[in-house]
């Protein structure tokens, strides 16, 4: 089950990470997309909940957010790219995995890096 929470720490926040089992930090390569990510993961960690983050709308340099996470020793899962594809399609309500096929594969290999890092093993289809 995917829970999604607003962005900070408020009480919703808490209490949708109060019952997982991993948290996905989904971020973006700004400055207030890295404070929020830094506020969060002082809760994840303080909650022990392990974590990996996801760089949303990134523009395909190394960002503050690559910079921190190299130094936090934090995995970054993957990234979505700032395309006018994806962001057409987010505009018209359709999935970007609908348009860009190839990203329905990196979501299940993304899928599979969290999976892995829970120790679960998963049979096959």
Same mark, same amino acid.
């Given at each position: 089950?995917?829970?999604? #929470?607003?962005? @900070? $720490? #408020?009480?919703?926040?808490?209490? $949708?990470?109060?019952?997982?089992?991993?948290?996905?930090?989904? /971020?973006?390569? /700004?400055?207030?997309?890295?404070?929020? =990510?830094? =506020? %969060?993961?002082?809760?994840? +960690?303080?909650?022990?909940?392990?974590?990996?983050?996801?760089?949303?709308?990134?523009? @395909? $340099?190394? #960002?503050?957010?690559?910079?921190? %996470? +190299?130094?936090?020793?934090?995995?970054?899962?993957?990234?979505?790219?700032?395309?006018?594809?994806? %962001?057409? %399609?987010?505009?018209? @309500?359709?999935?970007? $995995?609908?348009?860009?096929?190839?990203?329905?594969e990196r979501f299940?290999?993304?899928?599979?890096?969290?999976?892995?890092? =829970?120790?679960?093993? +998963?049979?096959?289809?």
């Amino acid at each position: 089950m995917i829970l999604d #929470s607003p962005p @900070g $720490t #408020s009480c919703p926040v808490v209490e $949708t990470l109060r019952k997982v089992d991993y948290a996905l930090m989904v /971020t973006e390569p /700004t400055p207030f997309g890295l404070h929020d =990510l830094k =506020l %969060a993961l002082q809760i994840v +960690r303080e909650m022990k909940i392990p974590f990996g983050v996801v760089i949303n709308r990134d523009g @395909g $340099t190394y #960002s503050m957010i690559d910079e921190f %996470a +190299r130094e936090e020793k934090i995995e970054i899962l993957e990234k979505i790219p700032f395309e006018r594809e994806i %962001a057409k %399609a987010y505009s018209n @309500g359709v999935l970007f $995995t609908d348009v860009l096929p190839e990203w329905k594969e990196r979501f299940e290999r993304l899928y599979e890096k969290i999976l892995k890092s =829970l120790g679960v093993v +998963r049979c096959s289809r």
